[in-house]
């Protein structure tokens, strides 16, 4: 009786352990490396995130052939998953480059151009079963991602004429 007992309650234990869903990574260990090596660079981040993004987009453009089967549908799926997380993690430095009032002008032109790209690759794609969740949230996300690059772009390009002493800064610096 008590072995059935330590059984069941073993087995509630781990229920909820599998039903956990392992969160994914989208960028590799160097590449994760070499954005905290830029973390201090806002223009050069966001020139790694926009280089690290086209790579993925490259990769779900060679699964775009292979799609039809259930395989690369699978790894499709798994990179269009990383490209929309990547693409949310893009969004979130921009925020908090925006409100430093960092000078990122430089960088927002390479990232309107890849934006213009990525959206041609997430277009390209069929509509099948299998990843088209996935690829829905990175069709939002890309289009979130554009509206916030406009959007900033806009912001920087009236703070920088206001303030020109404060062009290629960093972050803020009250004075």
């Known amino acids: 009786m008590r072995a059935l007992l330590a059984l069941v309650f073993c087995l509630a234990l781990a229920a909820p352990l599998g039903a956990q869903k392992e969160k994914r990574e989208p960028l590799t260990e160097a590449q994760q490396d070499k954005i905290a090596e830029y973390g201090i660079d806002p223009v050069a981040r966001v020139n790694l995130y926009v280089k690290f993004l086209d790579e993925h987009a490259g990769n779900i453009r ?4 292979h799609s039809q089967s259930a395989g690369p549908a ?3 799926d798994d990179e269009l998953q990383d490209f929309a997380a990547l693409l949310d993690e893009l969004g979130d430095n921009l925020d908090t480059y925006s409100d430093r009032k960092a000078d990122i002008r430089m960088s ?12 041609g690759v997430l277009h390209a794609l069929p509509s099948q079963t299998g990843f088209e969740l996935s690829l829905k949230e990175a069709l939002d996300s890309v289009g979130d991602l554009a509206d916030q690059a406009r959007q900033i772009t806009a912001d920087q ?5 206001a303030h020109p002493d404060e062009k290629g800064q960093d972050r803020y610096e009250p004075k």
């Open 108 to 119: 927002l032109k390479g990232l309107n151009e890849g934006i213009a790209r990525w959206q």
């Open 74 to 76: 699978r790894r499709l």
């Open 62 to 65: 060679v699964l775009i052939k």
């Open 157 to 161: 390009e009236a703070y920088f004429k």
